[in-house]
């Protein structure tokens, strides 16, 4: 299954963690979220994993799939705490992760999903649509987003004593040919992204990443209007 977390999941845990109150049973919720983030990790860490060929590769697959049991074995165990001492739970975090069949179920042929994962052993992003689903190695790593994405944002500030815009349009374009252009070929068709972030990408307005560049610089805000913004096309 592919884990779409949103807003409304998280809500609806921290709901689920003040309706339980601050004794026993607050610390059993508290620790199954914990086992869940826990969870998650692992799963990030086995995709890594997967591409490592050699006998510490396969080592370390078998060390994760182990813990992963481990931790999903915890997580039945709270679970079936939870189910008799505190059954409101359930319904207080009642949006549960979709599989990756419902979410194609509830794409239309001009949509796809974009889930990005960055770790410290390199960068992935899943591309799914109606009728098919993609992954692809982004070539950089979480430093490199991470300083990328920083001076972007600088970019976008105006203040009062610089009211020029010295956004960074060729970083952005930079940016865009290294984490979207090598998925756009899986993206034929597509009128409408939905974009999961993860890590340094969470703070990044993906409109503003650049499809194609001009040879002069921008040097007023109208000039910004001749810039292929990535918004501008999905």
């Not at 078998?62 to 992963?68: F, G, P, Q, S, T």
């Amino acid at each position: 299954a592919l884990p779409i977390w949103s807003a409304d999941l998280t809500v609806a845990y921290m709901a689920a963690r003040f309706a339980a109150g601050d004794g026993q049973l607050a610390k059993i919720v508290r620790d199954r979220q914990d086992l869940l983030a826990r969870w998650q990790q692992l799963e990030g860490q086995l995709i890594v994993s997967s591409g490592m060929s050699s006998a510490i590769g396969k080592e370390q697959r078998r060390a994760l799939h182990d813990e992963v049991a481990m931790v999903e074995r915890e997580i039945a165990m709270s679970d079936s705490i939870l189910a008799t001492s505190f059954p409101q739970y359930k319904d207080l975090t009642s949006a549960e992760p979709l599989s990756l069949a419902e979410v194609q179920k509830l794409l239309s042929s001009q949509e796809a999903l974009l889930s990005y994962l960055v770790t410290e052993e390199g960068c992935y992003v899943w591309v799914v649509r109606q009728d098919r689903v993609g992954l692809h190695r982004l070539d950089m790593s979480r430093s490199e987003l991470g300083a990328a994405v920083r001076k972007l944002r600088q970019g976008l500030r105006l203040t009062p004593t610089d009211p020029q815009p010295s956004f960074p349009v060729q970083l952005a374009h930079s940016l865009h040919l290294r984490i979207f252009a090598p998925i756009e070929p899986l993206l034929r068709g597509v009128r409408h992204l939905m974009i999961v972030a993860d890590g340094p990408l969470l703070a990044l307005p993906f409109n503003v990443l650049v499809a194609e560049t001009r040879q002069r610089k921008p040097e007023q805000l109208r000039d910004y209007r001749g810039v292929l913004w990535l918004g501008a096309t999905y």
